[in-house]
């Protein structure tokens, strides 16, 4: 069955196959349109640099009207990600627009890697340590970044 969303999925999964953005891969999981395995590379020359970090993206039927729930499956330590790895970011939440599609997510959540805003805190830890102990923060997060050359 072809719904509104799922026409929107599929155009959103072919510009993704035809120009994707740098460091960001993301696909339907077994053929179901509605849930998505991607995968984000640590942007170059920061903390992050050569990690992969791996997320699920779940639509509804109400896609593109209302956002997808986007969660890394990878352990992430980052100010504004809970420890299940549901993201704090405006825009899958009250910022949301029907003109984001998938690469607009994902690059958004790349970008928050490097840009995290300390001031709402999902991982209270984490805003402390970026704001008071950046040395720390970024030695924690390169741990971070090579847990994810390993894990499933």
């Known amino acids: 069955m072809s719904t509104p969303a799922r026409k929107r999925l599929m155009r959103d999964f072919k510009r993704l196959q035809q120009d994707p953005p740098a460091g960001i891969s993301g696909a339907p999981h077994d053929n179901n349109i509605m849930l998505w395995n991607a995968v984000i590379f640590g942007p170059d020359d920061t903390p992050w640099d050569g990690g992969t970090f791996k997320l699920t993206l779940q639509f509804t039927e109400d896609y593109p009207n209302k956002p997808p729930t986007v969660r890394f499956v990878s352990r992430i330590f980052h100010p504004n990600i809970y420890a299940d790895g549901s993201i704090c970011l405006d825009i899958l939440q009250n910022q949301w627009s029907p003109i984001y599609d ?8 790349q970008s928050l890697l490097c840009d995290p805003n300390p001031n709402s805190p999902a991982n209270s830890e984490a805003a402390r340590m970026f704001s008071e102990n950046k040395r ?6 390169r741990e971070v970044v090579e847990q994810s050359w390993t894990a499933d």
């Not at 998938?102 to 959540?109: D, K």
């Not at 720390?136 to 997060?141: C, D, G, L, T």
């Open 102 to 109: 998938v690469a607009a997510i994902l690059t958004s959540i």
């Open 136 to 141: 720390e923060y970024n030695r924690k997060v």
